[in-house]
């Protein structure tokens, strides 16, 4: 996994993770709907890489 890629997942996680608190937080459920689908983003990001870096070995 590239350290780029895997920043950038990292980096999904936490910001879905951050607005979907927020959200919680407001009683907002469109901002708590965003960051749910942005840290499943980074999720699915995460596995595609990690998936890759399995089949180079």
């Not at 919680?24 to 990001?45: F, I, M, P, S, Y």
């Amino acid at each position: 996994m590239t350290a780029q890629k895997k920043t950038k997942a990292k980096s999904d996680q936490v910001q879905g993770a951050v607005k979907e608190t927020a959200g919680r937080l407001v009683g907002n459920e469109r901002l708590t709907a965003e960051g749910r689908a942005q840290r499943a983003k980074g999720d699915g990001r995460e596995s595609v890489e990690k998936a890759k870096d399995a089949f180079k070995r």
